[in-house]
């Protein structure tokens, strides 16, 4: 499994972006994928993902619930978290990750892509 994020760049508070994560060498539709960011100088936290294959049923951190919105579109092998009204303590690296449907961790992950929020 690769896992390919993009669509990071230098914002303003209040705006919205949208990543990107495009999944390949593996079923993607058996995978359920999640978005996790990490701040400079602390530790990697997650952001949101799919509770499962099966349903479009999502969870997100109380940071950004309201503001971010994760979907997947199975015909591109891709996933995205659409992020509103962003702030400065949004800054960070975003990572896609990908789990296969009733695993425990996150075992794929992509390289990150970098996402500045200024104030």
């Known amino acids: 499994v690769q896992l390919q994020a993009s669509g990071g760049g230098l914002v303003r508070t209040g705006d919205s972006l949208t990543l990107s994560c495009t999944f390949s060498r593996g079923t993607f539709t058996r995978y359920v994928m999640a978005w996790f960011r990490q701040a400079p100088g602390k530790e990697r936290e997650f952001v949101a993902q799919f509770v499962n294959r099966f349903s479009g049923t999502t969870v997100y951190d109380e940071s950004v619930k309201g503001r971010f919105t994760i979907s997947r579109d199975d015909a591109k092998n891709t996933v995205y978290p659409q992020m509103s009204s962003l702030k400065p303590e949004d800054t960070a690296v975003y990572y896609c990750?990908?789990?296969?449907?009733?695993?425990?961790?996150?075992?794929?992950w992509g390289q990150g892509t970098l996402v500045t929020v200024s104030s």
């Open positions: 990750a990908a789990r296969m449907n009733g695993a425990i961790s996150f075992d794929y």
